[in-house]
C-alpha cells in the first residue's frame, strides 16, 4: 500500500478546488466581519446584498434529489435590494407594529408582526444531546490511490477530488459553553463523494468510556451538569462524572487520555483525530479487510498547558473555533492525512492479542503503522453558521461502497441513534435534504411527504415492483456501484446480554497509555486527575478512583493520592508488562509554523525602534504565521504599521510565541481602577506587559527581544536575542517544537 506521490498528488488537485480562495487578497489581519469595510453613515440608497467574504464557502446548489443547479452559491441566500416578507412582499417599514393610532393597541390583522415574530420564536432548534457546541468549514479531500488494495470507494481513487464538510465539538458543554474545556472533541467529516454521501464520524481521543452502546446514556448523564443545579458545565471534576468512571472500570482508558493533553488541544488544527470503531474495507475484488480510520493533522499534534486553557475560557472562550476561522481567512488552510490501520479480516477479529470490536482498545502504531490514503484541506469557512455548522447532520450509517461496519456494539447502537436524533433536531424525515445535507448524487429513494419536503416528486408510483412509472427506480446491481453488506457468517449462539471475554481487560491499555509519555506529559496526567478529583465532594469517591489508578500505574496512584491527602491504596502486585508506544506522545518532532500566532509589544513613542519591527512583521508573515501589533493604544503607527491589539486587551494565552521590540513605559491606563491587570506597580515599564511576558515565559512559549527589549527577559530557555532577522528566524525555529519543554523539566 506505497503512497503514489501523495505529495503531486494533492497539489494538482487542489490548485483547481482553492483557485477562487487562493487568488484573493489575504488581509493582513483575520476577523473582519463583512466582505467591504462599513461607512460611517447609515447607507440609505438600495443596494443588491454584498457577496460572501473571501473565506467564506455555501453547500453546493444541487436539487433536493442531487441534481446539479448550475445557479451559484449565492442562489441560496438573500436575494434583492428590497426588505420583504417570507412570500417575497416588499415592506415599506419593519421598526413599528399596526397599532389603532401611534399610541393605541396594536391589531390582530397585523401580518408582518405575526411572521416576524413567530419566525424569531422558532428560529432556535434543539441542541444536539452532546456535541453542541461545534465550528465547520468546507474542503475538499483528494485521495492518493493507495487504498486500492484493500477499498473500493472512489473518493479515495488516486487524484479523486471530493468536497467535504468538517465539524469540530466539544462532547460534555452545552452551545453556551467555553471551547477550551476539558473534554473530548468530535471530528466529524461529510464525503460529497458521487457514489452517495459517507460520513466519518470521529474523536480526537482513539478510545471511548464505554464497550456497549447500551451505557451511552449513563456516561453522558453522569458527565452532564448535575440535574439538581445544572453545574458545573463543560466540565468533568464533578462527583457523578467520578462516581460513574469510577465503578465502571471499562471507561479507564479513555480517562487517561482525559486527563492527558489530549483533552485540551491547542486548536483544532493541532488535533488529531480517529474513527474509534473497527471498520470492515471491500476492495474490487471482494476482499476484506478490517480498519482503524486516523487523521494526522500536518502542523503535528499540539495541546494548551491547563493554566492557559483556563485563563482562555474566561478571556476568549470562543478560542478555538477562532482560531480555525481565522487561519482559514488567513490562507493557512488547516490539512489533515486520512489514514488507516489495515488487519486481517480473521474469524476471531482480533489482531496481536487486540480485540478489535472493543472501542476501548487500540492498536499501538507500531504493530500496525498508519498507511495514507488521502489529504483533507479546509479552505472555506462557513456562509452562516445556522444553515451549516449547526443544520449539519452526520450519520454513522452513511456509508458507500467499500466500507462497511463490524459487530461493535457501540458501533451498532449508534447506527439506530444518529437517525433517531434527527427527527427530534431537525424537525422530521426530510433531513438530508437541507442544502448543507444534501448528496451530490443522484437521489431516487421513493421517500415522500413528511415534514419539510423540499422535492417536487414526479411519478404515480413511489413503490417497487411497479410499471405505471416504467418500471423506474430499479435496483442496482454489484457492476452498477450498489452498497452490498459484505456476507459475513453469523455463528449460531442464543440470545444474551453478556461481553466477549475479551472485553474483560481495563487496565492493561491505560497503563500503555501512561507508560508511552513523557515525563513532562505524565506530570500533566497527574496534575489533571489531582485537581479534577479535588473537585469532587464526596470522599469515597476519590478513595474509590485512586484504587482504579491503583492497578494502572504505582507513581500516577501515590502522586494523586498525596495531592488529595489520601492514603495510598494498595498497589495491584499483578500490574501487566507492556511496551511503551512511542507514537501515543504529542512531544516528538518538529512541524510547521503557518498560521501561529505572534505578538509584537512596541513603544508607538519610539519611531527609530519600530524601524525593526517592521522588518520583523514582513518576516513572519513570509512564514505563514500571524503578527500582531500589541502597543499603549490601538491605530496608526510610525513606517505604516497598525496596532491590532493593546496592553489593555492583549492577555499571553492568545500568543504562541512573543516579540519583544521595546520596554514601553506605563501607559496613561496603567491604573488598576481602569485595568485590574496593572495592579503591579512599576515606574520604568508598563505592568501588563511585564505580566504578558511573565505568562508568556511561564507557558513554556518562545519569547525573541532587541533593542530595549531585551531588558524584559533574564535569558533561559527558548530566550533569544539580536537584530531582528535573526531574533524571528531563531523563534521560529523554536515555535516548531510548538513550545520550550525545557522550560517545565
Sequence with gaps: MESKNPAEIVKNALEKAVEKVTDLVTPDVPGAPASAPPSLEEPTEPREPLPPKADQGAPETVTPTGAETGAPKTANSQQGAYLTTAQGVRLYDTDHSLKAGARGPTLLQDHHLREKIMHFDHERIPERVVHARGAGAHGVFV???????????GFLKEGASTPVFVRFSTVVGSRGSADTVRDTRGFATKFYTDEGTFDLVGNNIPVFFIQDGIKFPDIIHAAKPHPDREIPQAQSAHDTFWDFVSLHTEATHHVMWHMSDRAVPRSFRTMEGFGVHTFRLVNEAGETSLVKFHWKPQQGVHSLLWEEAQLINGIDPDFHRRD?????????????????QVFPDTPEQTFEGIDLLDPTKIVPEELAPVQPVGMLTLNRNPTNFFAETEQVAFHVGHLVPGIDVTDDPLLHARL???????????????????????PHAPVNDMLRDGFHQHGVHGGVAPYRPNSLDGGCPFHAGAVDRAFVEVPQ????????????????????????????????????????????????YEQAIKERELRVLARVDARLCAEVATGLGLPVPEVSPDLPEVTPSPALSQLNGTWPVAGRTIGIVVDGDDPDGLDGVRTARLALQAAGTVPLIIAACGGDLPHGLVAQRTFLTARSVEFDALLLAAAPPPAPDARPVRDAKAGAASSTVDPRVALLVEETYRHAKAIGAWGTGTTLVDGGPGVVTGDPTEVVRDV???????????RLG
Design 489 to 536: 457468517r453469523v455463528a449460531e449462539s442464543v440470545k444474551v446480554r453478556e461481553a466477549p471475554a475479551s472485553f474483560a481487560d481495563h487496565f492493561s491499555q491505560p497503563r500503555l497509555f501512561f507508560q508511552s509519555l513523557s515525563p513532562v506529559e505524565q506530570e500533566h496526567v497527574i496534575r489533571a486527575f489531582t485537581f479534577e478529583l479535588g473537585k469532587c
Design 732 to 742: 521560529l525555529a523554536l515555535l516548531g517544537r510548538h513550545r520550550v519543554w525545557d
Design 416 to 438: 439506530f441513534s444518529y437517525l433517531d436524533t434527527q427527527l427530534t433536531r431537525l424537525g422530521g424525515p426530510n433531513f438530508d435534504q437541507i442544502p448543507i445535507n444534501r
Design 324 to 340: 480555525l476561522y481565522d487561519a482559514i481567512e488567513s490562507g493557512a488552510f488547516p490539512q489533515w492525512e486520512l489514514g488507516i
Design 143 to 153: 485521495g492518493y490511490g493507495s487504498a486500492a488494495s484493500v477499498c473500493k470507494a
